[in-house]
């Protein structure tokens, strides 16, 4: 039925595009555009459009800001700038900013470090956190995931900085607030003993 | 930092309101949107914009069709025209279809009854079905979900049709293909096993 139909055919696979749209959703999700007003979809359609013409990257941090518009967190007054958090999304940078604790500056990376995937130092924005590293920063926070790739790009900035004066930090491993011990793998456990802070 | 930019809080609010899209990835999809090439972005609305424009209700069977086309089961020369299976989305179609063991016609209902969501008889489509019960339809077939909503919906057409010659099945219930006994929610294996069938 769907090989009969082409626009069907290009929607489906436009939505497939999509990332985190689980495929067995796919339908479901080509179902609620076809099902809706006219006005709600070209609205939707704005919406994109709008957000790709007046949202860029900052050129000094990487993360979104409006077009020729100051950035939010570079050029605001009330931020620390003697402190960079790096981090590999965009999407960290919401977490964090989340939690309401950090005021200092961002530094997204645009993803690890992974030879598996052929992504390699020189295709994240390495080199420019490099060249932010000067007067008046004095620490990075190297916030990458724990991942092994997230881990491989702190250990290869940490590198690359060893030479600076810069203070180098990473987030704090342990056991997450709320949870028990007894669910936690033992990899977390063991570093939550032996990274053990006073009380 | 999004409160800051109207295009960013309407792109959120636009992705919001895709179903199936877990909140949690909002803004991974929205930094997919974003780091889209311009032409992909338009690319991609166009697709939604023109299968909205091109894709309509059958007006007797409610299946998505090209619009001044023919519809694609209503009026196939192939298709058994004494048997109607009903369903309630038109995913659910999709999931028949892809058996391959159903030649006869659909009908999509557009929901289940529920009187808790407020959606009850008169917002699906049953009277459409209801006029449809005339020669040939030997046969309709009530596979709507085995939920308390599906099984009300059912009961209710059933019960429209009681005085009708048209003879009424719904699709068997049991253990699925390739699952284990022990795993099974007791209900099914009380249904599997009242239900059972001649080896």
Not at 155 to 184: D, H, Q, W
């Amino acid at each position: 039925m769907i090989e009969h139909s082409p626009h069907f055919k290009q929607l489906l696979k436009s939505l497939q595009q999509v990332p985190y749209l689980a495929s067995k959703n796919i339908y479901r999700v080509a179902n609620y555009f076809l099902s809706l007003d006219q006005e709600k979809a070209e609205q939707f359609c704005k919406a994109v459009q709008l957000a790709k013409q007046n949202i860029v990257h900052c050129r000094q941090c990487f993360t979104w800001n409006e077009k020729d518009q100051p950035c939010f967190f570079c050029d605001a007054a009330k931020r620390d700038k003697t402190i960079i958090c790096v981090i590999e999304t965009w999407q960290e940078l919401i977490s964090i900013e989340k939690t309401g604790g950090f005021q200092g500056l961002y530094h997204v990376l645009g993803g690890a470090i992974s030879p598996l995937e052929g992504v390699g130092p020189e295709d994240l924005t390495i080199n420019v956190l490099l060249g932010r590293i000067k007067e008046p920063v004095a620490e990075v926070i190297l916030a990458t995931n724990q991942t092994p790739e997230g881990e491989a790009t702190a250990a290869y900035i940490a590198n690359k900085l060893k030479n600076s004066l810069v203070k180098i930090s990473c987030l704090a491993r342990g056991i997450p607030v709320g949870s028990t011990l007894e669910f936690m793998d033992r990899v977390t456990v063991y570093k939550a003993l032996s990274e053990r802070r006073p009380f």
